[in-house]
């Protein structure tokens, strides 16, 4: 998959998810960090892979364990899941208003404890945040099916219920979706996985 890059005012780098996915992969013969998933070779799921219940757990994260008025009858937004397709499985993110980010691959690998980096937190505090306001462009529903290939898949977790949305790579590639600028924060977060991967591996 080639690198994207969106305009929005200014030239943002969006990372590769092949790449991103590489290295998260623990190198040959050492030892993973404590905040670091064992990944399989392969890129599909493995019966043993912890992907699906750890996709579903934070699907189905309550609101009540985050601070949030549960008595407002608007939806109010705690936590986002982005799914990414990229062919050869799925790259999931999750991202929740106490600053705790994750992410899983299919293969079994990815990357839990964001939480305990400061810039993890921050990008994604500023997902969740941004993701408030495409609440309205969502639709309500039950549907935890993964995107089909090179589609995105958005799940806002509110106190109202989840928030689906469904978009096409290309459409974040040529810059026409109405998801860019949530797709560009969660962009950011990667970056920041990214980086905290990165300096694991050192």
């Keep these: 998959m080639k690198l994207i890059y ?34 399989q070779n392969s890129t599909q799921p493995q019966s043993d892979s912890p992907y699906f219940e750890l996709r579903s757990q934070a699907l189905q994260f309550p609101p009540d364990q985050f601070l949030i008025d549960l008595s407002s009858n608007a939806p109010i937004t705690y936590g986002v899941v982005m799914d990414w397709n990229v062919g050869k499985g799925i790259l999931t993110f999750a991202s929740f208003s106490s600053g705790d980010a994750s992410m899983y691959t299919s ?12 810039k993890v937190r921050v990008a994604a505090k500023g997902l969740v945040r941004k993701a408030q306001e495409y609440v309205a462009k969502a639709h309500r529903s039950d549907d935890i099916a993964t995107p089909s290939e090179d589609g995105i898949k958005f799940f806002i ?5 989840r928030f689906v949305a469904n978009e096409e790579l290309e459409n974040f590639d040529d810059g ?8 560009v924060e969660a962009n950011k977060l990667i970056a920041e996985l990214r980086t905290v991967s990165e300096e694991n591996q050192k």
Excluded at 157 to 161: A, I, N
Aim: aromatic share 8%; proline share 3%.
């Design 6 to 39: 969106i305009t929005l005012g200014f030239v943002i780098l969006v990372a590769a998810a092949f790449t991103l996915w590489k290295l998260l992969q623990s190198p040959s013969g050492q030892p993973q960090e404590k905040n670091q998933i064992d990944a």
């Design 107 to 118: 293969s079994g690998g990815g990357m839990i404890g964001g939480v305990g980096h400061d």
């Design 157 to 161: 977790l509110t106190t109202q219920g």
């Design 176 to 183: 026409t979706s109405e998801w860019l600028e949530l797709f």
